[in-house]
């Protein structure tokens, strides 16, 4: 089965990560959706949060934070059978060529999910996790073939964020890691699917968000910053430089014509004495945690709370972001 023919799609739980994942799947022409979730009002609530993130996906003006699709759109996409609401997780599945589950991040839950879905679905379904955490090798362990299911981690916000991250367990098939990195790479697509070569906890890119994340408190915890003179530091540099670059793409620039070696050799002791006294501030444990009231008092006050115009801002921004790193200067291709 070819990632660019017709699928048909479930959906098994529509909070955010599935509502943003029935319109990336809706945005495609030769799709159906079945959606299934336990909420009383379910409809009701999918025919109110839906048109937000299909706003997204099936404009081209994403500069606009207004831009709402009405409910008739929801309801044309029904009536035509493209989108299809289900009362159970049997008639949800029962022709699916590809699975996909938005559930809670529970290990019990997801094992005895996919043993369910697995005595439904197609023998040749492909299942999906968008699992912030557990990693597939743990929710296949009530599966009898294990070389269906895989992890297909989206980015917060995700109707916004371009990165799928796929995370094979050892025992995926080849092909169900390929079918996927097929899928979402299709030509018109604003994702980019990458594919993780091997399970770890937290995958590739909240690793890097929350080594950043403990640093920051640190920081703040230390008096060396406060919190809102960090995020400024954070938005006058590291963020518009990595939007641009990537990490280790600036500082092969940053060094100049040896690249990322040469700045290595130049700010060796620098470099080395900085990594050795990166901060360590703990969650849980027996360790003093008082600096989560420090951070969280400070960035109470900086910011308060959002309202729903600042978020709409702040996403409209966002997807300008997006937008540019998209954009031909005419010089080099960076997209490689």
């Not at 909070?15 to 943003?20: E, H, L, R």
């Not at 831009?67 to 044309?76: H, I, Q, T």
């Not at 990594?275 to 969280?296: A, C, F, M, P, S």
Request: glycine fraction near 6%.
């Amino acid at each position: 089965m070819s990632a660019t023919t017709p699928q048909r799609i479930a959906l098994i739980g529509l909070g955010t990560i599935g509502m943003s994942m029935a319109a990336l799947h809706l945005a495609r022409e030769n799709t159906t959706v079945d959606v299934f979730d336990t909420r009383p009002d379910f409809e009701q609530y999918l025919r109110k949060t839906l048109p937000v993130f299909l706003s997204h996906h099936l404009t081209s003006d994403v500069s606009e934070p207004d831009s709402v699709l009405p409910e008739a759109v929801v309801s044309s996409l029904i009536s035509s059978g493209r989108l299809q609401l289900h009362t159970s997780l049997e008639t949800a599945c029962a022709s699916a060529t590809i699975v996909q589950e938005q559930g809670p991040e529970n290990v019990a839950f997801k094992q005895s999910l996919w043993k369910q879905v697995e005595s439904i679905a197609p023998p040749s379904a492909h299942f999906w996790t968008s699992t912030s955490g557990i990693a597939a090798s743990i929710q296949q362990g009530e599966m009898s073939d294990k070389t269906r299911l895989l992890v297909v981690h989206p980015f917060n916000p995700p109707h916004i964020m371009p990165l799928l991250e796929i995370v094979p367990s050892p025992e995926t098939s080849t092909e169900r890691v390929e079918f996927a990195r097929a899928y979402f790479s299709v030509a018109g697509s604003k994702h980019r699917p990458v594919v993780i070569k091997k399970e770890i906890p937290g995958f590739v890119g909240n690793r890097l968000a929350f080594a950043l994340l403990r640093e920051a408190c640190y920081l703040v915890q230390e008096d060396v910053v406060d919190a809102k003179d960090l995020d400024t530091i954070m938005k006058a540099s590291l963020g518009p430089r990595w939007a641009g670059n990537g990490v280790f793409e600036s500082y092969q620039q940053g060094g100049g014509e040896g690249g990322i070696q040469a700045f290595f050799e130049k700010l060796e002791p620098t470099l080395q004495q900085v990594w050795d006294g990166q901060g360590r501030v703990n969650l849980v444990g027996n360790e003093e945690t008082q600096w989560k009231d420090k951070v969280i008092s400070q960035v109470n006050e900086a910011y308060g709370s959002f309202s729903n115009e600042q978020i709409l801002e702040k996403e409209a921004r966002l997807k300008d972001f997006v937008n540019v790193q998209t954009k031909s200067y005419g010089h080099l291709d960076t997209q490689k």
